[in-house]
């Protein structure tokens, strides 16, 4: 077993090195908070645009999914990466999904943890957000 997870962290040592580093400027696009709910049972929504090779990789590690393979396409300017959380019960952090913006402001892929597809409430926090900053929906059920 300690040699599978000797492995296994070399592995993800690996990945990371040939993944992490770099930097890019984004879309210019502010990182945001939603409130949502009643003073009871409120949600803080967040939107934050990842810019480094280290941050991609954290977040596809998080979430058990590819988006660090898409650290090219982001250096390019090609596409921008949203990391969206939830703090809900207050000081808690939830993870969310991981959202992909084309350059032309089409939002083409939303997955969360293991790529599962969104959840009505973060499709509604999604919309509100993609509203406010001229993006538009495109084919994000792939």
């Known amino acids: 077993a300690l040699r599978r997870r000797r492995g296994e962290w070399h592995r993800a040592l690996r990945k990371h090195n040939a993944i992490g ?8 696009i502010p990182d945001v908070d939603y409130e949502a709910g009643s003073e009871k049972k409120k949600a803080i929504w967040r939107f934050r645009q990842i810019k480094t090779g280290n941050e991609l990789f954290r ?6 999914h ?19 959380t939830t703090e809900f019960p207050p000081g808690h952090i939830n993870r ?31 919309k509100r957000w993609a509203n406010e900053h001229g993006l538009r929906w495109a084919a994000i059920e792939r």
């Not at 084309?102 to 597809?117: K, M, P, T």
């Open 59 to 64: 977040e596809g590690q998080r979430m058990h």
């Open 96 to 126: 969310g999904v991981t959202i992909e913006v084309r350059n032309d402001g089409a939002i083409v892929q939303c997955r969360g943890f293991a790529n599962r597809l969104p959840y009505g409430n973060e499709v509604a926090a999604m």
């Open 21 to 28: 580093g770099g930097s890019w400027a984004g879309r210019p």
């Open 66 to 84: 590819c988006v660090a393979s898409y650290k090219h396409l982001c250096m390019n300017d090609q596409v921008s990466i949203w990391s969206v």
